[in-house]
């Protein structure tokens, strides 16, 4: 008995978890536990939402409805069309200009405000009075263009008056020069603001001591100001791409429905219950936005610099 109680007590005992183990548990429970709200959000309004519209765009399309047999004649035909082909090559043109045009008018407003402009206070009521459109509706901004750019808006009247031109302009409306113009005043906003922030986080000794070393503004905004706003002007990119790329209203209105959009593509089907062509187009719509934000992405690590 003695020799049995001897190899029992020499028997070597499972080891216990460490504290630092425990704590480590302990927080990746409770980093699941934070987790899980927004997890649940994306699924349920994101996943499942995308993963719908990719499979309706795979069901068969009727007259005037849609049956769940699988097929890809909707993909074919959207793909062998030109009209959506068209409106795809449309939408990354009217893109890509609105996008350089909110830059070109955005950073000189946003380099005043973050740079120049001192007082936070004031810096705060410029940055409202940039946000002072959004108080109105959406389609009042948009519909307000088209008084200023007709035939006989006031733009034309303006020249007239001052002997510029002879007689109206009239590419000014219902063109896809009023759709950019539309766009460009509508969401410029987005890119001034992230661009401001970013160039007002810019420390002021960095700059004073670039003008000691005999820096002229041209330097100190090239090697200086530029890299270090480049997070904003990606966030800007990313903000105006997104709601560009979606747009439908704007080439509506000031377009006079001669500017085909994919999301005027997408309005039409839906009003015609062609729901499968709906989620086609849908569904090239979302890889084109992600493959753009994956690029913006991939030029600033926003995660290192923000």
Not at 35 to 41: A, F, I, K, R, T
């Amino acid at each position: 008995m003695t020799t049995i109680a001897n190899e029992i007590s020499d028997t070597p005992k499972a080891p216990s978890e460490s504290p630092a183990v425990t704590r480590a548990s302990k927080d990746r429970r409770r980093a699941l536990l934070l987790l899980s709200p927004g997890v649940l959000w994306m699924v349920l309004f994101m996943m499942l939402p995308l993963g719908m519209v990719i499979y309706v765009s795979f069901w068969t399309q009727t007259t005037f409805a849609v049956e769940p047999t699988l097929t890809t004649a909707s993909w074919e035909r959207f793909m062998s069309s030109s009209t959506y082909l068209n409106a795809i090559g449309t939408t990354l043109r009217i893109w890509v200009i609105v996008l350089l045009a909110t830059l070109l008018v955005g950073y000189p407003v946003a380099l005043f405000i973050g740079l120049f402009v001192k007082n936070r206070t004031l810096q705060t009521a410029l940055l409202v009075a940039c946000v002072i459109p959004f108080w109105t509706s959406f389609l009042i901004r948009v519909i307000a263009w088209r008084p200023m750019l007709g035939t006989e808006g006031a733009i034309n009247i303006v020249l007239m008056k001052l002997g510029v031109i002879s007689e109206p302009l009239t590419f000014l409306l219902f063109s896809e020069f009023s759709v950019v113009v539309g766009m460009t005043q509508i969401y410029c906003v987005f890119m001034v603001g992230p661009i401001t922030f970013m160039i007002a986080r810019i420390d002021e000794s960095v700059i004073e001591a670039a003008r000691d070393l005999g820096a002229s503004f041209g330097t100190i905004f090239r090697r200086i100001v530029l890299p270090l706003s480049m997070p904003g002007v990606i966030v800007g990119t990313i903000f105006v791409s997104v709601m560009v790329l979606g747009e439908f209203a704007t080439a509506a209105s000031l377009s006079g429905r001669k500017v085909n959009l994919l999301g005027n593509i997408i309005v039409s089907q839906v009003g015609s219950l062609k729901w499968a062509f709906a989620a086609v187009a849908g569904v090239v719509l979302t890889i084109i936005i992600s493959a753009v934000i994956t690029l913006a992405l991939r030029v600033v690590d926003l995660r290192k610099e923000m």
